[in-house]
């Protein structure tokens, strides 16, 4: 998996940190967004934009590493990835606290989209379209 970043900030509104995804997000590059993601907060990132349009697939560990960049963005404290089933129920607790305002996603494909819909992900995160409109949302 590729991973670009670039920060955007529409006028009058707070920067973003982009976050683009290309390839896929799984059990053997998902550490690498969690790090991504931690090395952009620690220099002062709170707001995030992942750009999945290039992103072919996610699995599990790629929904955990959704997850902690949401957890850092709200400024808890990460899961332990090795620690499995109690990542897994955490994540269910994020889905229950509603929609995320400092994580949003933008332009998955429709095969990374089922899967988010699946463990209702696709409620936790506003999902746009136009890169513009996602910026101005924060």
């Not at 209702?120 to 506003?126: R, V, Y």
């Amino acid at each position: 998996m590729n991973i670009s970043t670039s920060q955007a900030q529409a006028p009058g509104r707070v920067p973003v940190a982009v976050i683009k995804l290309e390839g896929q997000l799984d059990g053997q590059s998902y550490q690498e967004l969690i790090a991504k993601a931690q090395e952009l907060y620690h220099a002062g990132a709170r707001d995030f934009l992942l750009d999945l349009s290039d992103l072919t697939y996610i699995s599990s560990a790629g929904l955990v590493a959704l997850h902690s960049v949401a957890l850092l963005a709200r400024g808890e404290e990460l899961p332990d990835t090795e620690r499995g089933w109690p990542t897994y129920r955490s994540m269910g607790r994020s889905t229950e606290a509603g929609i995320q305002k400092h994580v949003k996603l933008l332009n998955p494909r429709s095969e990374v989209m089922t899967v988010l819909n699946m463990v209702g992900f696709g409620s936790l995160f506003e999902i746009f379209t136009n890169p513009d409109e996602a910026v101005n949302s924060f």
